[in-house]
């Protein structure tokens, strides 16, 4: 069972920057799109920033201009780059991956944003 690895959370200051990865212990056919989540504490999961096979990219509205996505096809590797951090930036992110024969979940990666 092909499992995402997450890493690159942890305490960051507001302001600060922080970059998260995320790569598939094994091979992965057929990704079409690549994806990170969050769950702040108390609500539900959301939708932060994608990116398809293509290139093409979508953010949530509370984090574009600060957060950046991307992907490194040959490691089917992606990537969050977080910038300006807010402590409403506080949450659980999730990795996920949409392939032709099923989606696949991270275990997540706590990211807090305090002074």
């Known amino acids: 069972q092909v499992q995402l690895v997450e890493s690159g959370g942890g305490l960051v200051q507001p302001g600060g920057s922080l970059r998260l990865s995320c790569a598939p212990s094994g091979s992965i056919l057929s990704i079409n799109t690549m994806s990170w989540y969050r769950q702040p504490p108390g609500k539900e999961r959301e939708l932060v920033a994608s990116i398809t096979t293509g290139g093409s990219k979508k953010y949530a509205d509370s984090v574009r201009g600060r957060f950046t996505i991307s992907r490194d096809s040959a490691k089917n590797t992606v990537y969050l780059q977080m910038t300006s951090l807010k402590p409403e930036d506080t949450a659980v992110y999730y990795c996920?991956?949409?392939?032709?024969?099923?989606?696949?979940w991270g275990q997540g990666t706590q990211v807090t944003v305090s002074s």
């Open positions: 996920n991956v949409r392939a032709q024969y099923g989606s696949y």
